[in-house]
Each structure stands twice: as structure tokens, then as C-alpha cells.
């Protein structure tokens, strides 16, 4: 089956079966939910920021294999990172499942994200995959903006592929 | 007996080919395939006799007029109306049911009354009355389903009460493919003075129905989804229900006389088509009905049962698959929802798709059942006419490679 070699590679299959980060935390600066509407994946975003750093990620959810796959790489993409870094990592997961031209592979550390490339030949899925990274996106930006009071949560976000 | 070879040269898609591989089409109760003749009466229409409708006395609008009034005259027959001004031309059964939610149920439904549904509409049946009754300060109550997935006729006998002004359900379940006792609820809702708004979208396609038989006051049904082309649907009420009721959409056509300061409305059913309709589809729905009248509805539903049990059948040998809704082919139609576990519906339906078959995945505009399910979603194979024993083999066969691919978390 061609697909298993493109959607379905070992690397997603791992995070699907294994998924990293799983669960919540107790005291999260900032709890975030998304929602796909279309496909019914769910998942909850725990953040746990400190000094414009990403001490702790926890992510709690119920949906496919490419939407767990690709919120459990980026639970382990952003962990430890700061505030700054994490856009810049948002940044290029994005820019490689939107842009109209192939981009560059993605950096030495980065490398697993490379494993959702295929997703980009199914352009249904994409929602999928990126779900999580709104999420974050709406999570981090609340806090930059000093909108959200520690622990609060934000509204159900609903995902669009723009 | 259905001449299901012969059936299949009818649609021209079912020659096409998906990644190499016939197209298996399973998704019926979203949208149903189109045989060559409803495509042609929509063509020959563009081609050969385009005009307006009822104003024209030109030769093209004479004959356009004709032939729209003709399907209305098609839906007539085809579901057992008492006459032809009781068939309403919409967009599709959403906006069927709007016209009664906006225009009887807006008239009648006051503070305190009760609108009694089943937990197994599609939003289309539910978001609409959900509005109303937060508007109206109306109140929902749900019917109860029984283990196999059908409406509880006890407890509706509690439920069902002075209160009630609207019942309003589905005949066929879209998610777990039950047919409702329409009839005895029905009949219970009328000795309480309620009205019955019966959501034929999935189960007029499949089934015989009779409007004489059904006890509706109210029946809604889209074409699309019984061979027909998109953008059309038909609201059946009882003449003395739909003489009694507001416009909904008013402008052009819906209207007798216009003064300045007042209007007068058109009699039925032009008062509650306004605007330019959808001629074409309209005229192509006629064509589906002919259709399947010559096929024969008895026959539709027969082969389809069988199909159903088939596949049943088959999906039962499958380990970690579980079917939704009862077993039993006399109390189902042919749409089957089923999750295997550890499998997302969304990944079940991309490595269906790769092997040309086409299912569908998701909540089917179901969410409060799915939640009463526990689950995000299901996968849902729906059958027609022209669907066959082999495609059933060859989804299964896609089904075990799937469980291959993903399924080993089951067995953590």
C-alpha cells in the first residue's frame, strides 16, 4: 500500500501508538482547547511557561493518527524552548504544510517534523496535523498579549488551514 | 429481482477508476450517484427549452413550466400525496424543515410547550428546533433509543404528553441506519393535539412510504441522496396544515397581488416558492423518480436488505470491529456505522479511499448521538442500487489491511 509509505510512515505510527507528553497539569499557566469541527479531533494544550520558557507541555485529546502523531511531536518540539523559539518552530511547521513550493528540509533538530511532510499530499489531513500547532499558537499569543490570567482556559479553538 | 448489472451501466461514474482501482462507492446516504437520464433531462432542459416558469407564454416557458410541474405531479405518486399542491419545491430537507420551523412552529409554539425528538437527528432535524425553543422558551425532550437503536415505544408513551406540540423524527437513522416506528408515535403524538414532522431524507431513497400510511402532518426529503440532483428537496404537509400557515421566504412568484401598502399571496404550493426555483434540478428529479418507480421501491428495499445482511455478515468475522445499531435487516436500512478499535474513523477512510473506495468518516452531523456513543466519530458504509455483493468483499479485504497498517495499538 503506497500510502503506508507516505502518510503512514514509522515515524508518525510511533507517535500515534506511543504518543509523547500525554495527559494534564495541574497548575498550567494557560489550558487551551482545539477543536476540528469537520473530523471531530479534540485535544486540550497544557502549558506550563515560566521567564518566556516552555518548562512543561501536557496534551490531553481524542483524534486521528496523523492529529496525535503531529501534537506529540510538537509536545517534544517546543518543551524547554522559549517563548521566541517556539513561534520560530510554529513558523516552519506551517510555512512546510502550507507553502505552495516545496521548502527545505527542516533543521538537524528538528528533523522528525520532516516524518509529516507526506501529510501535505492529502490536503484534507493537513487540518489534522495542524491542529495542535493553532492551539499552541492561540495559547502562546494569549500570553504574550497579557490577555490570560494564570491557569485560565480559552475557549474551544476551532482550526482553519490558513 | 433488481438487473443490477444493467442498473450499474446506467450512472457513467461507476466506470471511473480511483488509484487504479474501481470506484467502490459506499457513500449513498451523503449524496447518492446520478443515472445517465437525470443527467440528461437536466442537459436536454439547458439545450433545448430554458425559460422562467409560470410567467412566460412563450413556447420555451410553456414547456419549462410544464415539465417542473410534472415532477411536482412525479413527487405526488411517488409518495402517496393526497394532491399536488401539497408538494413544496426547497433546496434540500434542511430548508424544508426551516419553512415549518419558521413558519407553522413560529405561530404555534408558545412558552412552556414541548418539542419531542429523537437523540438520533441529524442537526438538520435538531439545530432548528433547538433555536425555537430558546427563542420561544419551548422546551426539547428527547425520546429514548433501545439497545438495538431504535425509539423506545414505552417510555414515549411518558414522554410523548399534553405538553407536546411538535414530534418531529427521523424514519431512518443517518448514523445507525434504525427505522423508527413513525406510525405508533405518530399516533401518540396525535391524541395529545401535537403535529408530526417526519425527516424522510434517509429512508424515502430505500423504502416504499405513504404519506396516507406514514401519520405525518409534516414529511421533508432531499433528491439528491435518491439519484437526483443536488439543490432540491420537498416539503409534503397536509393541505389544510400548509392553507393555515404564514409565508416564509416571500418576493416574486409567492405572491398574487401588490399594492404599495399591502399583498395578497398566491394560493399553494407557489406561496411557499419564492423566487426563481431550481428549474433544471427540479425538472431532474422528475427523471429520478421515474427512475426508480420503474425499478420498482419494493425491489430497492429488498436488494438492499440483502446487501445489508451480507455485509454484516462479513464485518462480524472482522476481530475488534463493532457495528452500531441492531443486526436485524427488517428494522435497519442499508447504511452500516462501525469503528474498529484503535482506529480512527479519519484513518480508516484514507485507507479505504487508496483503494478506490469511497465510505464516510466523521460525525455525520450527528454530534449529541456520537456523544451518547462515547465516540468522535464513526465509519459508515451506505448501499444502492447499484452497489454489489464484490465491493462488499473488496471493503472488507481494505478493512483487515487497515487493521495491518494501524491497528497493533488495539493489542497494547
Not at chain 1, 522559549?82 to 528538528?110: G, R, T
Not at chain 1, 492529502?122 to 492551539?135: E, Q
Request: net charge negative; hydrophobic share 40%; charged share 20%.
Amino acid at each position: 500500500m503506497s500510502l503506508a509509505n507516505d502518510l503512514y510512515r514509522e515515524t508518525i505510527l510511533d507517535h500515534y501508538h506511543n504518543p509523547r507528553n500525554q495527559g494534564q497539569l495541574e497548575n498550567p499557566t494557560v489550558e487551551v482547547e482545539g477543536v476540528n469541527p469537520l473530523c471531530g479531533d479534540e485535544l486540550t494544550l497544557y502549558l506550563d511557561i515560566d521567564n518566556d520558557k516552555v518548562n512543561n507541555v501536557a496534551i490531553k485529546g481524542k483524534g486521528c493518527s496523523i492529529n496525535t502523531a503531529s501534537a506529540s511531536m510538537m509536545s517534544e518540539a517546543i518543551k524547554g524552548e522559549s517563548i521566541e523559539e517556539a513561534h520560530k518552530i510554529i513558523n516552519l511547521f506551517k510555512e512546510m504544510m502550507l507553502s505552495k513550493e516545496d521548502m527545505a528540509a527542516m533543521p538537524d533538530d528538528l528533523e522528525e517534523l520532516e516524518a509529516l511532510r507526506g501529510v501535505r499530499n492529502y490536503p484534507v489531513r493537513i487540518k489534522c496535523a495542524l491542529l495542535p500547532w493553532n492551539t499552541l499558537l492561540e495559547g502562546i499569543n494569549g500570553i504574550k498579549s497579557g490577555n490570560i490570567a494564570h491557569g485560565k482556559t480559552i475557549k474551544p479553538h476551532t482550526v482553519t488551514t490558513e | 429481482m433488481l438487473d443490477v448489472d444493467k442498473i450499474r451501466k446506467d450512472f457513467p461514474i461507476l466506470k471511473r477508476k480511483i488509484n487504479g482501482k474501481p470506484l467502490v462507492y459506499f457513500d449513498n446516504a451523503a449524496t447518492s450517484q446520478k443515472p445517465q437520464s437525470v443527467i440528461n433531462a437536466i442537459t436536454h432542459y439547458y439545450e433545448y427549452y430554458n425559460a422562467n416558469i409560470h410567467r412566460g407564454v412563450h413556447t420555451l416557458s410553456e414547456e419549462a413550466t410544464e415539465a417542473y410541474e410534472s415532477s411536482r405531479s412525479k413527487v405526488r405518486n411517488f409518495i402517496g400525496a393526497k394532491e399536488t399542491k401539497e408538494i413544496i419545491f426547497t433546496r434540500n430537507a434542511t430548508e424544508a424543515i426551516n419553512l415549518v420551523a419558521y413558519s407553522w412552529a413560529r405561530q404555534h409554539v408558545l412558552p412552556g410547550d414541548e418539542i419531542v425528538l429523537s437523540p438520533a437527528e441529524h442537526h438538520s432535524n435538531f439545530v432548528p428546533w433547538q433555536i425555537l425553543a430558546q427563542e420561544r422558551g419551548a422546551k426539547l425532550v428527547f425520546l429514548d433509543l433501545d439497545a438495538e437503536g431504535i425509539v423506545d415505544l414505552n417510555s414515549a408513551a411518558k414522554i410523548i404528553g399534553p405538553k407536546t406540540k411538535l414530534l418531529t423524527i427521523t424514519q431512518m437513522s443517518n448514523v445507525l441506519g434504525t427505522i423508527m416506528p413513525v406510525a405508533q408515535l405518530a399516533e401518540m403524538a396525535h391524541k395529545q393535539g401535537a403535529i408530526v414532522l417526519v425527516d424522510g431524507a434517509q429512508s424515502l431513497p430505500h423504502l416504499p412510504v405513504d404519506m396516507q400510511k406514514l401519520g405525518a402532518d409534516f414529511f421533508a426529503f432531499s433528491f439528491h441522496k435518491m439519484l437526483g440532483p443536488t439543490g432540491v428537496g420537498v416539503l409534503w404537509g397536509k393541505a389544510s396544515t400548509l392553507e393555515s400557515m404564514p409565508p416564509f421566504l416571500s418576493g416574486g412568484d409567492m405572491i398574487s397581488s401588490v399594492w404599495r401598502d399591502k399583498v395578497t399571496f398566491n394560493s399553494l404550493p407557489w406561496r411557499f416558492e419564492a423566487g426563481t426555483p431550481n428549474i433544471a434540478d427540479v425538472i431532474g428529479s422528475g427523471a429520478a423518480i421515474t427512475y426508480l418507480q420503474a425499478l420498482g421501491m419494493e425491489n430497492v428495499h429488498k436488494y438492499e436488505q440483502e446487501l445489508t445482511e451480507y455485509a454484516l455478515a462479513k464485518l462480524s468475522q472482522i476481530d475488534n470491529l463493532a457495528v452500531y445499531g441492531t443486526h436485524d435487516v427488517n428494522k435497519r436500512g442499508g447504511l452500516i456505522s462501525f469503528n474498529m478499535a484503535g482506529i480512527h474513523p479519519h484513518d480508516l477512510g484514507q485507507i479505504l479511499s487508496e483503494s478506490g473506495i469511497c465510505i464516510r468518516v466523521g460525525h455525520h452531523c450527528c454530534q449529541p448521538l456520537m456523544r451518547d456513543l462515547n465516540v468522535s466519530g464513526t465509519a459508515r458504509a451506505s448501499f444502492y442500487v447499484y452497489n454489489t455483493k464484490e465491493e462488499i468483499d473488496s471493503m472488507v479485504e481494505a478493512l483487515k489491511e487497515a487493521q495491518k497498517v494501524l491497528g497493533h495499538v488495539a493489542c497494547k
